[in-house]
């Protein structure tokens, strides 16, 4: 049991880590976000981290349920997380550390395809841990929302 535990730690660390990073790295960019004319139902600032935490929480443990899982396919399912989390992290990056409005909307097109691609291969082997990351695929859809908006409405 104590290697399962240490299992869902560390699976729960890797998002939060890889999340962490990329706030680190964008850290004194936020500061655009307030500046940026920004489209309706825009949130402050201060929401990101905390619906991101709790997302990066969901993946995790999303991931944690398909590691231990034994049916085939697993391989593929966690290496598919593993590449949607290395979008992930680029994509704050792009939109606020460089300001590349467009291109992080593409980017998060991307980004939003590959996490449903995710749900579908993580459904046949752990219904649950599909589930837990639709609130992920919806926030990223509102992110793309957020993004071709401040985009439209900042652009030269």
Known sequence: MK??????????????????????????????????????LSPPGTVFPIVWTILFLLMGYSAYRIWRSKLPGRERALVLYALQLLVNFLWP???????????????????????????????????TAALLQIPYLLWLIFAAYLNLGVWWLNRI
Request: without cysteine; aromatic residues 18%; charged residues 10%.
């Open 93 to 127: 990056l792009l939109f606020f550390r460089w300001g590349w409005l467009l291109p992080a909307f593409f980017w998060i097109l991307l980004l939003i395809g590959l996490v449903a691609w995710m749900i579908a291969l993580f459904y046949p082997l752990d219904h």
């Open 3 to 40: 290697a399962s535990w240490k299992a869902l730690l560390a699976h729960l660390a890797i998002p939060l880590l890889v999340g962490g990073l990329s706030a680190l790295l964008t850290r004194n960019s936020m500061e655009h976000y307030e500046v940026w004319q920004r489209p309706p």
